[in-house]
């Protein structure tokens, strides 16, 4: 009875009354065994609401009480975005997302999806060596520092489509899947080798850039995209061998070069290795 008088009649007074005097609440409930104890939970609670009063006001309302008004760098990751068994979603987050966040030890899978990062640093995944899949589609990034993913050892999919990336930093070797669709890739970004050590890639999406050439195709790769370039020439030697006319391309089955300005029937000697000839321009 006492009790239920207590959170029913005196919390309810006691939380108006600290609230108006906020300065003095020690003095609240003097003698009281009950106050000395409440008034520091009280006191952290007032704290709370207190330093959330005093930050900025958000650009958007933000009905999250917890990162309302508060800036996404400061917020642990997992307060931001969704944790689960090894995956980290951090999609369309807010308040803005400009950088990559603390990753959680042991981070397999990390999807950070349409948000507002701008930059890669090394430092960013240099202690997440567990990563298998990065997915930073539709951010904006135009910089990736050149070691950022080259220790990830075991990462086998990296997306980095729709951003602003003029160059690739390099890749590591395991990838399986690159996805680097809708960036201004310049052919002097790409370099003719970056591709050439990933033994296991299978998929190769570099579409609607600004390419030039078609880079080194490692003989893995079963899915190439390329279309909406503006490669001009694929050479005998892009896919097949000039010295070995018996030569077959073993995997690849799928090639885009359609919207580039490159006429693929004016050479089919080009293609002879092919099990099937690339969609593209043909007269
Ligand atoms: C395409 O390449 C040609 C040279 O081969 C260049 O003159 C032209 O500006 C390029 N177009 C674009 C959109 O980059
Ligand atoms: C085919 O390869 C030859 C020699 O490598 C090159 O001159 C020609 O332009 C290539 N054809 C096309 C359509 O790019
Ligand atoms: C053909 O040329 C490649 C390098 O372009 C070389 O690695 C390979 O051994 C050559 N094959 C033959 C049969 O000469």
Redesign the pocket.
């Known amino acids: 009875m006492k009790t239920l008088f207590f959170t029913c009649m005196l919390v309810p007074w006691l939380v108006a009354a600290s609230d108006r005097t906020f300065d003095h609440d020690s003095q609240l409930i003097p003698g009281s065994l009950a106050g000395s104890q409440l008034n520091g939970y009280f006191s952290d609670y007032l704290k709370s609401r207190r330093a959330r009063r005093a930050l900025p006001p958000a650009d958007e309302p933000d009905d999250n009480p917890i990162t309302a008004g508060a800036d996404a760098a400061d917020l642990p990751t997992c307060l931001l975005c969704v944790c689960l068994t090894g995956s980290v979603y951090c999609e369309e987050v807010s308040p803005d997302m400009t950088s990559i966040p603390t990753l959680p030890k042991e981070t397999a899978y990390l999807y950070a999806r349409f948000n507002k990062i701008r930059k890669i640093k090394t430092k960013d995944f240099a202690e997440i060596v567990t990563l298998k899949r990065i997915d930073l589609t539709g951010n904006l990034i135009s910089e990736i520092e050149d070691g950022a993913f080259s220790k990830l050892t075991l990462l086998e999919e990296l997306s980095l489509a729709e951003n602003q990336l003029v160059k690739l930093p390099a890749l590591p070797a395991k990838l399986t899947s690159f996805n680097a669709n809708y960036n201004k890739l310049k052919t002097k970004g790409v370099k003719a080798n970056a591709f050439k050590k990933l033994t296991k890639l299978a998929n190769l999406f570099l579409a609607d850039n600004m390419l030039e050439a078609v880079p080194y195709i490692p003989e893995s790769v079963r899915i190439l995209h390329l279309q909406n370039n503006n490669i001009t020439e694929v050479n005998v030697?892009t896919f097949c061998?000039?010295?070995?006319t018996y030569y077959l391309r073993p995997s690849l089955n799928e090639v885009r070069l359609d919207g580039n300005p490159v006429v693929l029937s004016k050479y089919p000697d080009n293609f002879t290795c092919m099990k099937v000839l690339p969609v593209g321009k043909y007269r």
């Open positions: 030697d061998r000039s010295n070995d």
